[in-house]
């Protein structure tokens, strides 16, 4: 697809259960970023893969929290044994570049709304 | 610490009117900023950007001011439109670090 795909759109799990969520990057792109966004607030930085290596993990609020990358494409953010304070939209962007350097900007995805129950 | 804050959790106008939308940054590494508009249900789409190399950039109907010595960004949009009603974001990239630190937002509401 032309932008960044996330799946599923929408979540309701229960308390405990574990849930993956998905990012198809902009083709080529080699930066991926997951963000996590609560109700009404700004965007949490959670985890920042180049390739399929992850220089920067230091958002992540757990180690319940995990992602993955294969194939400089595909993403999956993984969340164990899910909390009600999980809850929140996931958002994932991809760029050509880094922040600031040539072909950094960031393109986010429409996010997936998690609910736990 | 990494903190992006804004003044105004929401702004008002009417139509035609010009909108400014401040932020406040902390961290004096910082050597890039973005605006991001985020409508409801959409991820943030980038606006305009200002290395910290520069004060003042221009784009179509935004203008985007830097003030290092306070540490201040701010947003001008003119001749706000219904259309521009979203929540607005400032991020800034810390030098050497390769992510974004965003801001809580401020929602811009344009009545026509």
Known sequence: ?117 | GESVGLHLPTLSVQEGDNSIINCAYSNSASDYFIWYKQESGKGPQFIIDIRSNMDKRQGQRVTVLLNKTVKHLSLQIAATQPGDSAVYFCAENIRGFQKLVFGTGTRLLVSP
């Not at chain 1, 229960?14 to 607030?41: F, M, N």
């Open chain 1, 1 to 117: 697809g032309a932008g960044v795909s996330q799946s599923p759109s929408n979540k309701v799990t229960e308390k405990g259960k574990d849930v993956e969520l998905r990012c198809d990057p902009i083709s080529g792109h080699t930066a991926l970023y997951w963000y996590r966004q609560r109700l009404g607030q700004g965007l949490e930085f959670l985890i920042y893969f180049q390739g399929n290596s992850a220089p920067d993990k230091s958002g992540l609020p757990s180690d319940r929290f995990s992602a993955e990358r294969t194939g400089e494409s595909v993403s999956t953010l993984t969340i164990q044994r899910t909390q009600q304070e999980d809850s929140a939209v996931y958002l994932c962007a991809s760029s050509l570049g880094v922040p600031g350097g040539s072909a950094g900007e960031l393109f986010f995805g429409e996010g997936s709304r998690l609910t736990v129950l």
